[in-house]
T-cell receptor
Framework: DTGVSQNPRHKITKRGQNVTFRCDPI?????LYWYRQTLGQGPEFLTY????????KSRLLSDRFSAERPKGSFSTLEIQRTEQGDSAMYLC????????????FGPGTRLTVL | DAKTTQPPSMDCAEGRAANLPCNHS???????VYWYRQIHSQGPQYIIH???NNETNEMASLIITEDRKSSTLILPHATLRDTAVYYC?????????????FGGGTRLMVKP
C-alpha cells in the first residue's frame, strides 16, 4: 500500500504522560500536514512542513506540542504532559506541490487521555 | 479561505443519485472547490475538485454554477459504502495553497 500511514492507530495514556505519533507520507510528497479532530467536528489544522521545514503552525499548537520532519520524509508529533483535552484523532496528510497540492490523508491516530 | 455552507444531513436511497449542495458565495477568483469525505473512523478521502468547469471522475461529478457561488457534488449511484460526512472546501490550489479548512460537512446516510 502506497498511501499515508500512521502509527500507532490507537493510544491510551494517563494524564501527564508524553506521547509520540509517527506519520509516513506518500513517498514523493514534499508537503506533510498534521490535523486534529475531536468528536463530531471537522479536522482542524495544526501544522505543516515542506520538506524538512516547518512553515506554519496553528494557534492550536500549544507549547506542549512539537512536530518534526528531520529528513523531509516521515514526521513525528509529540505531546508532552498530556491533558484530557488532548483526546482526539490526530490526522496526517501529504501532498505534492507542483501537482496541485491535493492532500491525501492517513487513517489517523486516536488518542485517549485518562 | 472562503467560508462554505452545507446542510448538516441528508438521506439517499441506495442506487439513487445523491446530490450534495454547497454554498460558497464569497469565493475568490483563484479559489478552487474541493470535496472530501470521511467515512466513520477513517481519515478524510479526497473526492474531486474544480475551478469553474464541471468535473467528473470515477467517484463523482462536480457541478459549479456559472457565478461560482455554489456547487453540487453528485454521486450517481449511491451505495451503502457512500455513507459518510462530506466536506466542501474552497481554497487556493498549488504552491500558494496550504491547510484545508473543514466546516461541519453534510452527513449523508445511504439507506437500503
Amino acid at each position: 500500500d502506497t498511501g499515508v500511514s500512521q502509527n500507532p492507530r490507537h493510544k491510551i495514556t494517563k494524564r501527564g504522560q508524553n506521547v509520540t505519533f509517527r506519520c509516513d507520507p506518500i513517498s514523493e510528497h514534499n508537503r506533510l500536514y498534521w490535523y486534529r479532530q475531536t468528536l463530531g467536528q471537522g479536522p482542524e489544522f495544526l501544522t505543516y512542513f515542506q520538506n524538512e521545514a516547518q512553515l506554519e503552525k496553528s494557534r492550536l499548537l500549544s507549547d506542549r506540542f512539537s512536530a518534526e520532519r528531520p529528513k523531509g520524509s516521515f514526521s513525528t508529533l509529540e505531546i508532552q504532559r498530556t491533558e484530557q483535552g488532548d483526546s482526539a484523532m490526530y490526522l496526517c496528510a501529504s501532498s505534492l506541490v507542483g501537482r496541485g497540492d491535493e492532500q491525501f490523508f492517513g487513517p489517523g491516530t486516536r488518542l485517549t487521555v485518562l | 479561505d472562503a467560508k462554505t455552507t452545507q446542510p448538516p444531513s441528508m438521506d439517499c436511497a441506495e442506487g439513487r443519485a445523491a446530490n450534495l449542495p454547497c454554498n460558497h458565495s464569497t469565493i475568490s477568483g483563484n479559489e478552487y472547490v474541493y470535496w472530501y469525505r470521511q467515512i466513520h473512523s477513517q481519515g478524510p478521502q479526497y473526492i474531486i475538485h474544480g475551478l469553474k468547469n464541471n468535473e467528473t471522475n470515477e467517484m463523482a461529478s462536480l457541478i459549479i454554477t456559472e457565478d461560482r457561488k455554489s456547487s453540487t457534488l453528485i454521486l450517481p449511484h449511491a451505495t451503502l459504502r457512500d455513507t459518510a460526512v462530506y466536506y466542501c472546501i474552497v481554497r487556493v490550489r498549488g504552491n500558494a495553497g496550504n491547510m484545508l479548512t473543514f466546516g461541519g460537512g453534510t452527513r449523508l446516510m445511504v439507506k437500503p
